[in-house]
């Protein structure tokens, strides 16, 4: 069968916050345009009066499915631990949480959950039994700067990464092969395998600061640098730079967070896959194919292919945030962007 199409409705957020798509016409788009099937939401940008739905909103989003023969890929759970106001959730209440999300996911007809990367794996293993009982994956999101294996790499000490368990492939490996269950896994981003910053990222960061040559620094010598050296290095050549620290670290990336090699050894594991990108390009030579020239992807693609993956991965638009700022007379067509991903992700996998 090979790998499957997708597509995260995340990606199309900007036309639904100005009403030009509501989820249905999401769903037409994928169906009628893309030619595909599979459909990812996030649970509050979709779902009714989520976390509770009325059944009405239930028969609503299933009977549209089945009109356009779609399949429910992944519902993404965000997991608001702060929801209460008046304290934040303890594990055992984020495990009610999860499974009460969980069982949604099944009555919606999704087929894997996706929590955050930040979810305590004991919040995973005490919702893990009702995930069993409903026939629903939970898998867990390997999202950039996480590797997909620790290897030799060290667990960072600052920054956003710092919250991130480098652990977290082995921790879910060791939770499936304990239990024996087959309904955990994993969620790989295509983030991972980011090696550069994305040229919407560099053209916001330059529009947004007083020190643009800070930025430039960055993009030519950060390489050359550890992360802990860079900051220290930067400041000492542009004392009066306004640049935060994870602007700081998102313009010095120049490798990828993710070994592609690794894929071979979760393929049983991966549950969907995040297809992440920010800006599809034309190849020079190449007319209408297109690129994301910040994130690998044949060599991914190419190994999740020579393993013999026939999960779905699913475009996850997220440029459009780096270019709100302009104007909405400048937005970047979202569906153009989803519609160019998947012309690249059937030429690379041969469809």
């Not at 996030?42 to 009977?63: G, H, M, Q, T």
């Not at 209440?93 to 009460?100: H, Q, V």
């Not at 009066?240 to 393929?267: A, C, F, Q, W």
């Not at 270019?323 to 469809?351: A, I, T």
Request: proline letters at 5%; aromatic letters at 10%; charged letters at 30%.
């Amino acid at each position: 069968m090979g790998i499957k199409r997708g597509v995260s409705l995340y990606s199309y957020q900007q036309e639904q916050f100005f009403g030009q798509m509501d989820w249905k016409a999401q769903i037409r788009e994928v169906h009628d345009n893309l030619k595909t099937d599979g459909i990812e939401i996030i649970d509050e940008a979709v779902i009714r009066r989520y976390p509770f739905p009325s059944e009405e909103f239930v028969f609503d989003f299933r009977n549209y499915m089945a009109r356009y023969n779609m399949t429910a890929v992944t519902m993404d759970v965000y997991m608001d631990v702060h929801q209460f106001r008046d304290h934040v959730m303890t594990h055992g209440e984020a495990a009610e949480r999860l499974k009460n999300d969980i069982r949604l996911a099944a009555k919606l007809g999704f087929k894997n959950v996706r929590p955050l990367c930040l979810v305590p794996i004991d919040v995973i293993e005490a919702a893990l039994p009702v995930a069993e009982e409903c026939n629903v994956r939970i898998g867990k999101e390997i999202h950039a700067p996480l590797p997909i294996f620790k290897g030799n790499k060290e667990q960072p000490t600052r920054g956003m990464a710092a919250a991130l368990d480098f652990r977290m492939t082995e921790q879910i490996l060791e939770l499936a092969d304990r239990t024996g269950s087959k309904h955990v896994g994993i969620v790989p981003d295509f983030g991972i395998f980011q090696h550069s910053p994305s040229q919407v990222a560099v053209a916001y960061t330059k529009r947004h600061t007083k020190t643009p040559e800070a930025v430039d620094f960055l993009l030519e010598n950060s390489r050359n640098y550890s992360m802990d050296e860079i900051h220290v290095v930067l400041r000492e050549k542009y004392p009066n730079h306004d640049l935060n620290m994870m602007t700081v670290e998102k313009m010095s990336l120049h490798e990828m967070s993710g070994d592609p090699e690794d894929l071979r050894k979760i393929i049983p594991y991966i549950v969907s896959i995040h297809g992440k990108f920010y800006q599809m390009t034309e190849i020079p030579g190449k007319p209408g194919q297109y690129e994301d020239k910040a994130i690998d992807y044949e060599t991914p693609m190419r190994i999740l292919q020579e393993c013999g993956y026939e999960g779905y991965i699913d475009s996850e638009y997220e440029g459009q945030r780096d270019q709100q700022d302009m104007g909405f007379e400048n937005l970047p067509d979202s569906v153009e962007e989803v519609r160019r991903h998947h012309e690249m992700l059937k030429r690379l996998s041969g469809e």
